[in-house]
């Protein structure tokens, strides 16, 4: 069966430090992958996704990027965090048969 | 543009009664519905899916209505449970791709 890791769970970082959160998925092949972001009592917002190794699509300008050096990891990083950046960080994947996505535990940080 | 949004944000329900979650979807073009729970602190689950073919389908203690002429979604769950207090979201998929567009999200409150 299928699993999506994210880790750390929680992350406090200061104001300007940098930022890698990763993701890997197990039991799959070549699954699309996607980063969300969820501010607290909120909706969740696509940031970016990918349907293959190197090859990401953002979906709103931000202090973020992604990238996926292998077929199922997907790393979400940031040079210098704002205070905007806190937030619940949720990887997902579909398969191209699939159009649900399935989601991880998620990874909250908080940027003080 | 046009967007997935939900009519209530809390729900309160007595343990044992039926919930019905509802949700309006402006985007005519959507062919795919899915409906997510999330628990506190967790990422969201898949509950139940319906494409636009359908205007109902049944899971497990849920059923998913599709009522296409006026754009509405509706989710309900038989004989509450405390185990089914989370906050429920709506998507759509309108793009082959696989991109879901989330609404706000409604927060249920089982009460014994």
């Known amino acids: 069966s299928q699993t999506i890791h994210q880790w750390p769970a929680t992350l406090v970082q200061p104001v300007g430090s940098p930022l890698s959160l990763e993701c890997t998925v197990e039991?799959?092949?070549?699954?699309?992958l996607y980063w969300y972001r969820q501010a607290a009592g909120r909706g969740l917002q696509l940031l970016f996704y990918?349907?293959?190794?190197?090859?990401i699509s953002s979906e709103v300008p931000q202090n973020l990027s992604a990238s996926r050096p292998q077929d199922r990891q997907f790393i979400l990083s940031s040079k210098k965090l704002l205070l905007s950046d806190s937030g619940f960080y949720l990887c997902?994947?579909?398969?191209?048969?699939?159009?649900?996505?399935?989601f991880g535990p998620g990874t909250r940080l908080t940027v003080t | 543009g046009e967007s997935v949004g939900l009519h209530l944000p809390t729900l309160s329900v007595q343990e044992g009664d039926n919930s019905i979650i509802n949700c309006a979807y402006s985007?005519?073009?959507?062919?795919?519905f899915i409906w997510y729970k999330q628990e506190s602190g967790k990422g969201p689950q898949f509950i139940i899916d319906?494409?636009?073919?359908?205007d109902k389908r049944q899971g497990q203690r849920v059923t998913v209505l599709l009522n296409k002429t006026v754009k509405h979604l509706s989710l309900q769950i038989a004989a509450t449970q405390p185990g089914d207090s989370a906050v429920y979201f709506c998507?759509?998929?309108?793009?082959?791709?696989?991109?879901?567009?989330f609404g706000a999200g409604t927060q249920v409150v089982v009460t014994p």
């Open positions: 997902a994947w579909s398969t191209g048969d699939l159009r649900e996505q399935y």
């Open positions: 039991g799959t092949s070549n699954p699309n």
């Open positions: 990918s349907v293959g190794i190197g090859q």
């Open positions: 985007n005519s073009a959507s062919d795919y």
């Open positions: 319906i494409r636009s073919n359908m």
């Open positions: 998507a759509e998929i309108n793009d082959s791709w696989g991109k879901l567009q």
